[in-house]
């Protein structure tokens, strides 16, 4: 993991599993108005329960006048994020995740990086959530339409559980 500090933003950026050795869970949490956490999970392989568990107790120390933002989170953690209760505090935000598309002419599997306010945004009071995931993109080895490979419902479930 490595720490950088740019005022009064913090990120993170992890690497590898999240489990009882990851360093994250023994960094001092910023507690100023106006301070700012990023958690970039680009290069995060996978999770074990208690990784889920030290990741929510850490999570729950951030208090809600501290922005928190999530950035490149894999698949492995998007699912964390809609299955397990707790998994990221209501007033975070995911920035982006991994959203694996698969070509069924081929197998080929490609990922797509899917970007608040370009394939998705939060519900919001009088607001629906919006879901703008691509329908044409062309399969990198056959050039066929890739499909997603996942539920809708379930990786965009986080997006009505925000309060802010």
């Known amino acids: ?48 329960s208690i990784g889920v568990k030290n990741w929510i107790n850490w999570t729950m120390k951030i208090p809600r006048t501290v922005k928190f933002t999530l950035e490149k989170c894999p698949y492995v953690i998007i699912n ?4 397990v209760h707790g998994f990221v505090p209501e007033h975070a935000t995911i920035e982006s995740f991994v959203a694996p598309f698969i070509c069924n002419s081929c197998q080929f599997e490609k990922p797509l990086m899917a970007t608040l ?22 399969c990198p080895k056959c050039k066929a339409i890739m499909e997603p ?5 379930k990786i965009f479930g986080f997006l009505t559980k925000r309060k802010i």
Not at 80 to 83: G, K, L, Y
Request: glycine content about 6%; aromatic content about 8%; hydrophobic content about 35%.
């Open 1 to 48: 993991m490595q720490k950088k500090v740019n005022g009064n933003i913090t990120e993170y950026i992890m690497e590898g599993p999240i489990s009882e050795k990851t360093e994250i869970f023994d960094q001092q949490i910023p507690n100023a108005l106006g301070s700012e956490i990023k958690v970039n999970m680009d290069k995060v392989t996978f999770i074990n």
């Open 149 to 153: 490979d996942f539920f809708e419902e």
């Open 80 to 83: 964390q994020v809609n299955m």
């Open 117 to 138: 306010g370009k394939e998705y945004s939060y519900a919001a009071p009088g607001v629906e959530r919006q879901i703008n995931l691509p329908e044409d993109m062309a």
